[in-house]
C-alpha cells in the first residue's frame, strides 16, 4: 500500500514552502530511522508482575502503531482438580514476562457436526482458516490480548499540525492522527511505502516487529481535542479558549471532567461467539479499532463446550464455568488496566451471536456488579431459544454414557469425567435438538438466578447503558440448513421448513396444527404468494423474527421502560464476497469486520472481501458509533461522524442523529449506505411471536389441546404426519390433515409402510387455506369474548360505584365494612393490570388480596440493599396459615423456573419471597 503526499485540490500561497518542504523530509527521515530502529518494546507493570510487548504498526495510513499485549493469564489454569469449577486468580510471576505471541485456544473440535445455522457466514465458509488457530488447544487457555492505542507520528510533528492551523487545510474538528495526510497541503510528490515503513499487520504466526516510542518532547494531540480543540479539557494552556462557564460538549459534570483530565482511555471488552462449542478471542485483531477509536480493545479465551458448561443439575457441577471465566477476565480488567493507560470506570463488554447471549447474560448476573458499564450487544439476546440450555443433565448423561462414566452418583459421575482426557471429551459427537445448544448457560440459582426473562422484568440490568441490535438477514443459515434456497423456494419446500420449525422448537405434536398454519399465514406475502423468490425472503424472514427480532426487541423494551439509556440499530450492508450467495442480504456476523475495521487494511483470511471506499466509510462509521458509547453512554458523542479524508462524498451519517430507543417510539438507527432513523422494526412480527403465539396457546387449552413451550426443546424430532421428507428430497402433505389425539412414530410410518392406494390422498403443491381461515375465525371470536368480559367488568364497576351513595354501613359491622369492601375492587383492578405477582407473607387474612406495588416501586424494592436471597432447592417453603388451602407451592427448580402450568415461560412469574 502507498501513501501519496501530493498536492491538495486548494490553492496554496507558495510563501511558506520552504518551511513546509524541510517539515515533510525531517517527518520522512523519521519514518525512516524508526522503521529502521529497534528499540526496547514497551512493558507495564501490573499486580501479578512486569509484562513485555510490541508496539505494531498497522498497513494504512490512517492509523497509528498500536501497543500489543499478547497472552496475557487472566486466571489459574483450569486443570486436574480445577476442571469443571470456576476460576481462579493467576499467580504472580517474577521477572518480566514476554506477552508477545497468542496464548493457546481451549479444547474444542471444529470437525464435528457444527450447527451452522448459529455460526457466523465467515467462520463456516473458512473453517479450514479458523482450524489454523486451533491447532494445539490446551487446557491452560485462560488468556486474553490487549491492544493499547499509541499517538500517531503525523500529529506529533508541530509543523505539521501548525501549517494545517495556520492556513486552513483542514477543518479543526475534522483534523486528528487518524486522518490521511493527502490533502493536508504537504507539497512534493513523495511516495513512501508502507510496507517498508510502518510494516506488516501482525499474523499468528511469528512475532510482531517493535517500533521504538515518539520522542517524549513533542506535544501530543488527542483525537477529541483535535476535533473539537475548544473542550474545556483542550483549552487548559493554550488559545482559542471558550467564554467562562461553558459545560462539556458531551456528559456535562465534573466526574466526567476528571476521568477526561486523567488521561485514561475507554476500555471495550470483546467476548467471542460461535455455538458455545467452539472459538477464540484470538481470531479477531482488535488493533484497528483501538488506533481509530483511541480506545483500550481487549479479546480473551473462555472455556467452551464441554469443559465451560457441562452442568449435573445439582452441586457436583453447576456449569456456567465459561460465563465465569469471563467474569474473572472483567474482575482482571478492572483491577489491571489502569495499568496500560485504561479507565476502569468507563469498561464496556460488547459481543456478536453467542458472545452476545453472553453479554446479555452477564447484565443480569450479580457476580458482574461493578466490573462493567456498559454493553453491545450484536445480533444476540438472553432471550433466544439458543442462548440457554434448559436441559443439562440430559447431555451430560448422555456424554458421560459415550465415555464410561455414566453412574447414578453425580459426584462420582464429575470425579470419573475429571480422569478423562480433554481430547477425549471434546470429541463426542453431541447433538442437541435443532435450535438449542447440548452445552451452554444453566439456570443455576446462582450465576444466573432465574429465567431470563424473568431478571428482565426485575430490572436486573437497569444499572448498565445497552445498544443492541440486529443484521437485515440472520436467517440465511436456518434456510439453507433446511432446503436448497438457490433458485428460490417451492410451495412444498416451505410448508416442510415451516413444519420443521414448529416440530423442533414447540413440544409434542398434538396442537401444532393451528400454529403451524398460522405461521404460514403470517410469512405468506400474498400479493407474490407463487414467486420463489418471494417465499426465500419471507422464509429467511421467518427465521431472523423469531430467533433474533423479536427477542432483541423484548431486551431493548424492559431495558428502555424505566429510561435506561438504550440504543437499537438494525444492519442492512455487507461485503461483497464469495462466502454466501448474491441474493442474501445482511448476514448473521456480517457487522463484525466493519466493527474491528477489516475494510481499512483490506481483506484477511477471515474476510476475503472486496472493500469498496463505502465499505471503509461504512467501517470508520461503525468504529465511531461503537467507541463513542464506549466513551459517553452515547454513540452521537464526543467524536462526530466525518469521514472526508476516505473520498469527497459526503457521509450521509453527518446528519443523522441516533436517538434513544423507547417502548413507545421504538426508534431505531438504520446502518446502511442510506442511514435513516426509523421506528418500530418488524413491529407486527414481533408482536405475532411476543403475544399472538401464546395466545394460540391457551385457545389450545380451551380445546383440549397440549400447550408447550417454546424454550424447551421436544422429546422426540419426527416430522408431523402430515410432512414429511421423502428420500428424492421431495415432500408431499396431505390436504387436510386430520388431528389425533396421540402420535406415535409407527403411526407416521404406517402411512408410507402400508398399501398407497389405501392411504390418504396425497396432493403435491396446491395448498388448502381452510386452516388458516378457522383459525382467523377462532382468533377473532376469542378477542371478542375477551372484549365481552372487559365491557361486563366495567359495566359492573359502574353501576357498583352508581348504588354506592345508597348504601349505608351496617351498624353490626361497624369501621370494618369499608375495608372489606373495598377488596372487590382491587380484585377487578387486577384483572384489568394483567397478571402480577402476589407476594406470600404471613399477615392478616384481608392482607392477601392486596396488591403488588407499581413497578417503579417494586423496582426500587427489588434493587435496595436488604433485597431477600434468591431460594435454593434445599429451601423449605414457609406458606402462612392465611394462605393454606389457596393454591399449592412447589418447592424452587433451578432448571424449570418461570414456567407455568401450561408449560409456557409465564411472563410475570418470579422465584422471590
Excluded at 512534493?188 to 517500533?211: D, E, F, K, Q, S
Excluded at 438507527?669 to 395466545?695: E, M, N, Q, S
Aim: proline share 9%; charged share 20%; with cysteine.
Amino acid at each position: 500500500m502507498w501513501l501519496r503526499l501530493g498536492l491538495p485540490s486548494l490553492s496554496l500561497s507558495p510563501k511558506p514552502i520552504v518551511g513546509r518542504s524541510l517539515c515533510l523530509t525531517l517527518w520522512f527521515l523519521s519514518l525512516v530511522l524508526r522503521a529502521s530502529t529497534q528499540a526496547p518494546a514497551p512493558t507495564v507493570n501490573t499486580h501479578f508482575g512486569k509484562l513485555r510487548g510490541a508496539r505494531v504498526p498497522l498497513p494504512s495510513e490512517i492509523l497509528g502503531p498500536v501497543d500489543q499485549y499478547l497472552g496475557v493469564p487472566y486466571a489459574a489454569p483450569p486443570i486436574g482438580e480445577k476442571r469443571f469449577l470456576p476460576p481462579e486468580p493467576p499467580p504472580s510471576w517474577s521477572g518480566i514476562r514476554n506477552a508477545t505471541h497468542f496464548p493457546p485456544v481451549c479444547p474444542q473440535n471444529i470437525h464435528t457436526a457444527v450447527p451452522e445455522f448459529m455460526l457466523p457466514v465467515w467462520f463456516t465458509a473458512n473453517l479450514d482458516i479458523v482450524a489454523t488457530y486451533i491447532q494445539e488447544p490446551n487446557e491452560d487457555c485462560l488468556y486474553l490480548n490487549v491492544y493499547v492505542p499509541t499517538e500517531d507520528a503525523l500529529s506529533e510533528l508541530p509543523c505539521v499540525s501548525d501549517t494545517v492551523a495556520r492556513r486552513g487545510l483542514a477543518r479543526p474538528e475534522s483534523f486528528d492522527r487518524s486522518r490521511s495526510s493527502a490533502g493536508w497541503g504537504v507539497p512534493g510528490g513523495v511516495l513512501v511505502t508502507l510496507a517498508a515503513a510502518r510494516g506488516r499487520m501482525l499474523a499468528p504466526p511469528g512475532p510482531p516487529v517493535a517500533i521504538p516510542p515518539v520522542s517524549k518532547g513533542v506535544k501530543r494531540i488527542s483525537k477529541e481535542c483535535a476535533r473539537k480543540p475548544n473542550k474545556k479539557i483542550c483549552r487548559k494552556g493554550g488559545s482559542g479558549a471558550k467564554k467562562q462557564g461553558e459545560d462539556l460538549a458531551d456528559n456535562d459534570g465534573d466526574e466526567d471532567e476528571d476521568i477526561r483530565d486523567s488521561g485514561a482511555k475507554p476500555v471495550m471488552v470483546y467476548i467471542h461467539g460461535g455455538s458455545y462449542m467452539e472459538g477464540t478471542g484470538n481470531m479477531i485483531d482488535g488493533s484497528v479499532l483501538a488506533s481509530y477509536g483511541n480506545v483500550i480493545v481487549i479479546t480473551l479465551n473462555y472455556r467452551v463446550g464441554v469443559l465451560g458448561f457441562l452442568s449435573t443439575g445439582d452441586q457436583a457441577a453447576k456449569g456456567n464455568y465459561g460465563l465465569l471465566d469471563q467474569i474473572q477476565a472483567l474482575r482482571w480488567v478492572s483491577e489491571n488496566i489502569a495499568f496500560f493507560g485504561g479507565d476502569p470506570r468507563r469498561i464496556t463488554v460488547f459481543g456478536s451471536g453467542i458472545g452476545a447471549s453472553c453479554v446479555s447474560l452477564l447484565t443480569l448476573s450479580h457476580h458482574s456488579e461493578g466490573l462493567f458499564q456498559r454493553a453491545i450487544i450484536q445480533s444476540g439476546s438472553a432471550l433466544s431459544s439458543w442462548a440457554v440450555n434448559y436441559q443439562p443433565v440430559k447431555y451430560t448423561s448422555l456424554l458421560a454414557d459415550k465415555v464410561g462414566c455414566n453412574v447414578l452418583d453425580t459426584v462420582d459421575m464429575v470425579d470419573c469425567l475429571r480422569q478423562k482426557s480433554a481430547k477425549e471429551l471434546v470429541e463426542q459427537d453431541i447433538q442437541p435438538a435443532r435450535y438449542h445448544v447440548a452445552f451452554g448457560p444453566v439456570i443455576d440459582g446462582d450465576v444466573i438466578p432465574d429465567d431470563p426473562e424473568i431478571l428482565m422484568e426485575q430490572g436486573e440490568f437497569l444499572n448498565y447503558d445497552i445498544m443492541l441490535g440486529v443484521n437485515q438477514g440472520e436467517g440465511l443459515k436456518f434456510v439453507e440448513g433446511v432446503v436448497d434456497p438457490e433458485d428460490g423456494v417451492s410451495g412444498t419446500d416451505f410448508d416442510y421448513s415451516v413444519s420443521n420449525f414448529v416440530d423442533n422448537l414447540y413440544g409434542y405434536p398434538e396442537g401444532k396444527d393451528t400454529l403451524r398454519e398460522t405461521i404460514k399465514f403470517m410469512y405468506t406475502d400474498w400479493a407474490d404468494r407463487d414467486n420463489p423468490e418471494t417465499r426465500r425472503k419471507t422464509l429467511v424472514a421467518l427465521f431472523t423474527d423469531h430467533q433474533w427480532v423479536e427477542p432483541s426487541v423484548v431486551t431493548a423494551d424492559l431495558h428502555a421502560r424505566y429510561g435506561s439509556p438504550t440504543y437499537f440499530y438494525a444492519f442492512y450492508h455487507h461485503c461483497q464476497s464469495l462466502m454466501k450467495p448474491a441474493w442474501s442480504d445482511a448476514a448473521h456476523g456480517d457487522e463484525v469486520p466493519y466493527v474491528f475495521g477489516v475494510p481499512m487494511v483490506g481483506p484477511t483470511d477471515l474476510f476475503p472481501c472486496n472493500f469498496s471506499k463505502n465499505d471503509v466509510m461504512l467501517s470508520a462509521v461503525v468504529m465511531t458509533y461503537w467507541t463513542n458509547f464506549a466513551k459517553t453512554g452515547d454513540p452521537n458523542k464526543p467524536v462526530p461522524q466525518d469521514t472526508k479524508f476516505i473520498h469527497t462524498k459526503a457521509n450521509r451519517f453527518e446528519e443523522v442523529a441516533w436517538s434513544k430507543y423507547n417502548p413507545r417510539d421504538q426508534l431505531y438507527l438504520h446502518i446502511g449506505l442510506k442511514p435513516r432513523v426509523r421506528d418500530h422494526y418488524r413491529a407486527t412480527k414481533v408482536a405475532f411471536w411476543k403475544h399472538l403465539v401464546p395466545h394460540l396457546y391457551n385457545l389450545h387449552d380451551m380445546f383440549h389441546y397440549t400447550s408447550t413451550t417454546t424454550k424447551v426443546p421436544p422429546p422426540d424430532t419426527t416430522h408431523s404426519s402430515h410432512i414429511t421428507r421423502r428420500p428424492n428430497g421431495k415432500t408431499w402433505s396431505t390436504k387436510r390433515p386430520a388431528i389425533s389425539p396421540a402420535y406415535s412414530n409407527e403411526n407416521a410410518q404406517g402411512s408410507w409402510n402400508g398399501d398407497q392406494d389405501a392411504g390418504p390422498l396425497l396432493v403435491e403443491n396446491p395448498r388448502d387455506y381452510s386452516t388458516e381461515l378457522s383459525v382467523t375465525i377462532a382468533v377473532g371470536a376469542s378477542l371478542l369474548f375477551l372484549n365481552v368480559l372487559a365491557f361486563a367488568a366495567l359495566y359492573y364497576r359502574k353501576d357498583k360505584r352508581r348504588q354506592e351513595p345508597l348504601r349505608q354501613p351496617s351498624p353490626q359491622r361497624g369501621a370494618g365494612a369499608p375495608e372489606l369492601g373495598a377488596a372487590p375492587e382491587e380484585e377487578l383492578a387486577a384483572l384489568q393490570l394483567g397478571p402480577t405477582h402476589h407476594e406470600c407473607e404471613a399477615g392478616p387474612p384481608h392482607d392477601t388480596l392486596r396488591l403488588t406495588a407499581l413497578p417503579d416501586y417494586t423496582l426500587t424494592l427489588r434493587r435496595s440493599p436488604d433485597d431477600i436471597p434468591l431460594m435454593t432447592p434445599n429451601t423449605i417453603t414457609m406458606i402462612p396459615n392465611s394462605l393454606v388451602g389457596l393454591q399449592t407451592l412447589h418447592p424452587y427448580n433451578t432448571f424449570a423456573a418461570g414456567f407455568n402450568s401450561t408449560g409456557l415461560p409465564h411472563s410475570h412469574s418470579t422465584t422471590r419471597v
